[in-house]
């Protein structure tokens, strides 16, 4: 009797020793899974990736200081992941006898330059290929098909996105029929190829956010969106040296709000920076949350445009100015 108790605590004891045991365990997991979480993301506390626009670089390219095919080396020793080209800064965009030719060997080039230098080739700026507005049907029509040349180079080059222009026609319901018509043939032909057909609002009508919506809702195309550009909301045309000379601004900051549910890029532009490295004329933190509430994660795309800054100055400060606000 006294053998069979003394069973029985054991017994009891040992099962309370054992679920204590797993309890601890249990939590010692949780603490621990919960640790990781965290750890890993503190080390994804920069959840973006920073893109250069070529057009950054556009003067010392075109007075002959720089090859356009450095652009992988610069933005690499800059601190960038991701390269943005812009067709017409290299000589394919000017062959005029074998185009096709000459934009393949654009495409070698480039891809290896940035397979050399590990960066991610995000898009193609392509501008100078007729406009795709026009309500010339057949003017219109040559645009898209040397539109086409430059999605496959895209796809080819591994990019993800090319960005169009919305030129050709100033009638606002003649400019939203032409530009749909378009951009169902482009994004049609892009993809099977993978390859996003993205618009930026670049003077104009397509400064107008409310307007350049319509179009690419219109569209009803997945790989079909938008390129929102945080200084080219100047719908009156006079504000390509800067934004406080354009005498009819889009607000800012709704137009990137207004552009970002269908945003497949984003080009950050930058002009002159104060004391203290804000940029002087856009709110960057403000927009950054407009972005970030977005629930946009793709590249972030720094374009330089400022003359008080040489090229380099402009760029660093453009990016140290990005990854603070982001």
């Known amino acids: 009797m006294v053998l069979n108790t003394i069973r029985l605590k054991t017994s009891k004891l040992y099962s309370f020793t054992l679920m204590v045991m797993l309890m601890i365990f249990f939590i010692g997991s949780t603490n621990l899974h919960k640790g990781a979480k965290e750890q890993d993301y503190s080390a994804n506390s920069q959840p973006y990736q920073f893109s250069l626009a070529q057009w950054s670089i556009n003067k010392q390219i075109k007075n002959g200081e720089t090859s356009p095919y450095e652009f992988a080396r610069i933005a690499s020793e800059l601190g960038f992941t991701g390269l943005e080209y812009v067709n017409h800064l290299y000589p394919a965009y000017k062959d005029t006898t074998d185009r096709v030719a000459a934009i393949d060997r654009f495409v070698e080039k480039s891809k290896a330059e940035s397979e050399k230098y590990s960066m991610t080739n995000v898009l193609i700026m392509v501008d100078g290929e007729g406009d795709l507005a026009s309500s010339d049907s057949e003017t219109r029509l040559q645009a898209i098909e040397k539109?086409?040349?430059?999605?496959?180079?895209?796809?080819?080059?591994?990019?993800?996105?090319?960005?169009?222009?919305?030129?050709?026609?100033?009638?606002?319901?003649?400019?939203?029929?032409?530009?749909?018509?378009?951009?169902?043939?482009?994004?049609?032909?892009?993809?099977?190829?993978?390859?996003?057909?993205?618009?930026?609002?670049?003077?104009?009508?397509?400064?107008?956010?409310?307007?350049?919506?319509?179009?690419?809702?219109?569209?009803?195309?997945?790989?079909?969106?938008?390129?929102?550009?945080?200084?080219?909301?100047?719908?009156?045309?006079?504000?390509?040296?800067?934004?406080?000379?354009?005498?009819?601004?889009?607000?800012?900051?709704?137009?990137?709000?207004?552009?970002?549910?269908?945003?497949?890029?984003?080009?950050?532009?930058?002009?002159?920076?104060?004391?203290?490295?804000?940029?002087?004329?856009?709110?960057?933190?403000?927009?950054?949350?407009?972005?970030?509430?977005?629930?946009?994660?793709?590249?972030?795309?720094?374009?330089?445009?400022?003359?008080?800054?040489?090229?380099?100055?402009?760029?660093?400060?453009?990016?140290?100015?990005?990854?603070?606000?982001?």
């Open 147 to 326: 539109h086409k040349i430059w999605i496959d180079a895209a796809h080819k080059l591994g990019c993800s996105a090319v960005r169009v222009n919305l030129y050709g026609e100033q009638d606002p319901e003649k400019w939203r029929q032409n530009s749909i018509e378009s951009l169902r043939k482009l994004s049609d032909y892009a993809a099977d190829k993978n390859i996003n057909v993205i618009v930026e609002n670049h003077g104009g009508i397509s400064s107008n956010a409310v307007e350049l919506m319509k179009v690419i809702n219109g569209v009803e195309r997945e790989n079909c969106g938008t390129l929102p550009d945080y200084g080219n909301f100047c719908i009156s045309n006079d504000g390509w040296e800067g934004l406080e000379k354009c005498t009819n601004l889009y607000d800012i900051y709704l137009g990137v709000e207004q552009l970002m549910p269908k945003a497949f890029g984003l080009s950050a532009k930058c002009y002159d920076f104060d004391d203290q490295g804000q940029e002087t004329f856009i709110d960057f933190g403000k927009l950054a949350q407009i972005v970030k509430a977005s629930g946009y994660t793709g590249f972030i795309g720094l374009e330089y445009e400022g003359s008080k800054l040489s090229e380099e100055e402009g760029i660093i400060a453009g990016l140290n100015l990005l990854k603070k606000v982001f």
